[in-house]
């Protein structure tokens, strides 16, 4: 166990106030959105030093994760606004099984990685047995170094004042400065259940809501961009809270 909360970050630093982007599983046209819309808040309100947060799980199940990719590796350096990027269980495991593609191969395919796959230019179906080192081989190559790098530096947490932003959750069992990387990705009920008061708000993705959901020590701004067509964003700041959507 580590220390990840509160690793010092020059973003939070400077930050005044924070766009919290949910899951957003391939859904490139929401996302592209959602992108307006921030865009245009940070125009009408002028935030000294606004950040974008994403809270992982930018890939599976929806049908452009290639280009939900490109687009995030490449918008920080087009538009100037700084970008925070965390890693999500799906990410997570594309990782491992880059790393050990036998045992996390089936799993992959089965939770999304299908559609992963097929968004640069394979094709694949759960209807066969696959040679997985040979499967991962192939995908290797057809993805570019730069998506690479994008999935190689993606951040655990980010924290902001009394805000701390996290894919999935932490575990309630153990202190905020002993949290495991994987709980922060792949965490659910134990968290979900837990009125534990960390000490700042957490804010995470990971379960689908109706609507964001507000508790008084979390909130969950997964609104199922693949499955209902919406992705929400939270904004924060000094003022309060805001959410900001896209819907298909």
Request: charged fraction near 25%; charge should be negative; include cysteine.
């Given at each position: ?128 047995d696959y040679n997985w080192h ?15 790098a994008f999935l190689r530096n ?30 922060l990705m792949w965490i659910r ?60």
């Open positions: 166990m580590t220390d990840v909360i509160n690793y010092p970050s020059p973003e939070a630093e400077q930050a005044t106030v924070i766009y919290a982007i949910g899951d957003i599983h391939g859904q490139l046209e929401l996302l592209l959105k959602m992108e307006e819309q921030v865009k245009s808040d940070i125009e009408v309100t002028k935030p000294a030093h606004p950040v974008v947060c994403y809270l992982g799980d930018y890939i599976d199940r929806g049908p452009h994760s290639a280009g939900v990719i490109e687009y995030l590796q490449t918008a920080t350096h087009k538009d100037g606004i700084t970008r925070v990027f965390l890693k999500g269980n799906h990410e997570d495991r594309l990782i491992d099984f880059m790393a050990d593609p036998e045992p996390y191969g089936a799993s992959m395919l089965k939770y999304g990685g299908l559609e992963l796959i097929q968004s640069y230019g394979l094709f694949v179906t759960e209807e066969r040979q499967l991962k081989d192939e995908f290797e190559k057809a993805i570019p170094a730069s998506h690479h993606l951040r655990p947490v980010f924290k902001w004042r009394n805000y701390l932003f996290v894919h999935a959750g932490l575990n309630p069992e153990n202190p905020p400065e002993a949290q495991q990387t994987r709980d009920d134990p968290f979900l259940e837990s009125n534990k008061n960390w000490g700042f708000r957490v804010v995470h993705g990971h379960v689908i809501v109706p609507e964001p959901e507000f508790k008084p020590n979390r909130i969950d701004i997964d609104t199922g961009a693949f499955k209902n067509g919406v992705l929400s964003c939270l904004v924060v700041s000094e003022n309060g809270l805001r959410v900001l959507q896209s819907r298909m």
